[in-house]
């Protein structure tokens, strides 16, 4: 979920996609992942899921840093008059692509392909190679696309030129407005480039698609992270020496650790150990496989870390992310509340967002809830532990001291 787009030239890897398959390779590879080095890198397995019969389908792969992997998602949908819209395109794997041409073959091509952000380069660096898979289909892009450290064209950043545009302010003017409606959020400026979100509201199964804004946490680790558990056997350690048996217990245990991660960074349920003593007790931990990062275990548990993971985890309960809460949308809270009200005024029945949980059962109510942090005097203040934050106020302290971010404004 980054608020930087690096600057990727994803035009040679669109090239490039299109002679891959005169290379052998395995049916979930992905030989571009140099573009973004995102765990796992070059292999990524994909998961189908119907969600609403012959209507509508999720895809996930996992993407992550340090074994802290969450799943990240694309979503299908089948138009009325035939054929398909894709919001938020991942790797087109073999795989992928295989189980994408599956429902192509039973619902009609590829028509629209949407990319719902400006700032996710996790999202954004697919979708060139996506469509270049897809040769009829029609680009749809978040307005205000930028790059960092150049502002670039959207061909340059492997767009295709002809038939990419930018999504019209107005959803009554797009090609597929008789199904979708659609709010944008932003543009929100923080300095390097803007913040931009765009929800997508499917009338006919009543399913609103997000990207970032708002998510839940599973308690237990979905499919798509238990194909391969290294992960979570890495995070369900205590002890650099501990040898961890792979069983659901020790797993759902490495991925509520790992989530603490993904969303604080630093959560206040760890303690880092001195660098000095992490090395050494590498040097003598049983296991320095590459799968293990050499033995290097930086970090020690607390005994009461649960409690955190339980306020985050929140019984299933809707939230924004705190990096979201923290660093981007308090610069632009009368703006995020007002397209979260336009949201809200959309009567959906589930929610699918890009990553963690999917699909949410979740109406409007549970939805506008979810930015009520943004309100004064707003019981969502002592939801999630401030203890927790304290990483990324000290990442907002020094983006604001240099200049860089503006300061938050005052809640609603």
Same mark, same amino acid.
């Given at each position: 979920?980054?608020? $930087?787009? *690096?600057?990727?030239?994803?035009?040679?890897?669109?090239?490039?996609?299109?002679?891959?398959?005169?290379?052998? #390779?395995?049916? @979930?590879?992905?030989?571009?992942?140099?573009?973004?080095?995102?765990?796992?890198?070059?292999?990524?397995?994909?998961?189908?899921?119907?969600?609403?019969?012959?209507?509508?389908?999720?895809? &996930?792969?996992?993407?992550?840093?340090?074994?802290?992997?969450?799943? $990240?998602?694309?979503?299908?949908?089948?138009? !009325? &008059?035939?054929?398909?819209?894709?919001?938020?395109?991942?790797?087109?794997?073999?795989?992928?692509?295989?189980?994408?041409?599956?429902?192509?073959?039973?619902?009609?091509?590829?028509?629209?392909?949407?990319?719902?952000?400006?700032?996710?380069?996790?999202?954004?660096?697919?979708?060139?190679?996506?469509?270049?898979?897809?040769?009829?289909?029609?680009?749809?892009?978040?307005?205000?696309?930028?790059?960092?450290?150049?502002?670039? %064209?959207?061909?340059?950043?492997?767009?295709?030129?002809?038939?990419?545009?930018?999504?019209?302010?107005?959803?009554?003017?797009?090609?597929? #407005?008789?199904?979708?409606?659609?709010? *944008?959020?932003?543009?929100?400026?923080?300095?390097?480039?803007?913040? !931009?979100?765009?929800?997508?509201?499917?009338?006919?199964?009543?399913?609103?698609?997000?990207?970032?804004?708002?998510?839940?946490?599973?308690?237990?680790?979905?499919?798509?992270?238990?194909?391969?558990?290294?992960?979570?056997?890495?995070?369900?350690?205590?002890?650099?020496?501990?040898?961890? !048996?792979?069983?659901?217990?020790?797993?759902?245990?490495? @991925?509520?650790?790992?989530?603490?991660?993904?969303?604080?960074?630093?959560?206040?349920?760890?303690?880092?150990?001195? $660098?000095?003593?992490?090395?050494?007790?590498?040097?003598?931990?049983?296991?320095?496989?590459?799968?293990?990062?050499?033995? @290097?275990?930086?970090?020690?548990?607390?005994?009461?870390?649960?409690?955190?993971?339980?306020?985050?985890?929140?019984?299933?309960?809707?939230?924004?992310?705190?990096?979201?809460? #923290?660093?981007?949308?308090?610069?632009?809270?009368?703006?995020?509340?007002?397209?979260?009200?336009?949201?809200?005024? @959309?009567?959906?029945?589930?929610?699918?967002?890009?990553?963690?949980?999917?699909?949410?059962?979740?109406?409007?109510?549970?939805?506008?809830?979810?930015?009520?942090?943004?309100?004064?005097?707003?019981? &969502?203040?002592?939801?999630?532990?401030?203890?927790?934050?304290?990483?990324?106020?000290?990442? !907002? #302290?020094?983006? $604001?001291?240099?200049?860089?971010?503006? %300061?938050?404004?005052?809640?609603?």
């Amino acid at each position: 979920m980054d608020t $930087i787009c *690096i600057f990727v030239r994803l035009d040679q890897i669109t090239h490039q996609l299109s002679t891959q398959s005169r290379y052998p #390779a395995r049916d @979930w590879s992905w030989r571009f992942w140099y573009a973004v080095p995102l765990y796992p890198y070059g292999k990524r397995r994909t998961l189908r899921t119907e969600v609403v019969k012959d209507t509508l389908w999720t895809f &996930e792969q996992i993407q992550g840093i340090f074994y802290v992997v969450v799943p $990240i998602r694309m979503t299908i949908v089948k138009l !009325e &008059e035939g054929g398909l819209l894709v919001y938020a395109p991942i790797a087109p794997t073999r795989e992928c692509l295989r189980l994408v041409n599956e429902i192509a073959a039973a619902h009609g091509e590829v028509k629209y392909i949407i990319l719902p952000t400006v700032s996710g380069i996790e999202h954004k660096v697919f979708v060139g190679p996506f469509a270049q898979s897809f040769p009829k289909a029609q680009v749809f892009v978040a307005p205000h696309q930028w790059s960092f450290p150049l502002n670039l %064209p959207l061909s340059w950043l492997g767009l295709p030129a002809r038939r990419t545009h930018a999504l019209p302010a107005d959803s009554a003017k797009a090609p597929f #407005a008789d199904e979708f409606d659609y709010a *944008i959020l932003g543009p929100i400026h923080l300095g390097l480039g803007p913040f !931009e979100e765009v929800a997508f509201f499917h009338r006919r199964s009543r399913t609103l698609l997000v990207t970032d804004t708002v998510l839940a946490v599973p308690k237990e680790p979905p499919a798509i992270v238990q194909l391969d558990p290294t992960a979570l056997l890495f995070h369900a350690k205590d002890h650099v020496f501990d040898t961890v !048996e792979d069983t659901p217990e020790n797993r759902r245990k490495g @991925w509520q650790r790992m989530t603490l991660f993904a969303f604080y960074f630093r959560p206040s349920a760890i303690e880092i150990t001195k $660098i000095g003593q992490s090395v050494q007790e590498a040097l003598k931990a049983p296991d320095r496989s590459k799968s293990n990062y050499f033995g @290097w275990f930086p970090f020690q548990w607390k005994t009461d870390w649960q409690r955190s993971f339980q306020a985050l985890q929140g019984n299933g309960r809707l939230f924004v992310a705190p990096i979201l809460q #923290a660093l981007i949308l308090n610069r632009s809270p009368q703006a995020t509340i007002d397209w979260a009200n336009h949201v809200a005024s @959309w009567d959906f029945q589930r929610i699918i967002p890009c990553h963690l949980d999917s699909p949410l059962d979740a109406d409007s109510q549970q939805f506008r809830q979810a930015f009520a942090f943004l309100e004064k005097n707003s019981p &969502e203040d002592s939801l999630l532990p401030q203890a927790d934050f304290e990483l990324l106020r000290e990442v !907002e #302290a020094g983006l $604001i001291r240099r200049g860089i971010t503006p %300061p938050a404004k005052e809640k609603v």
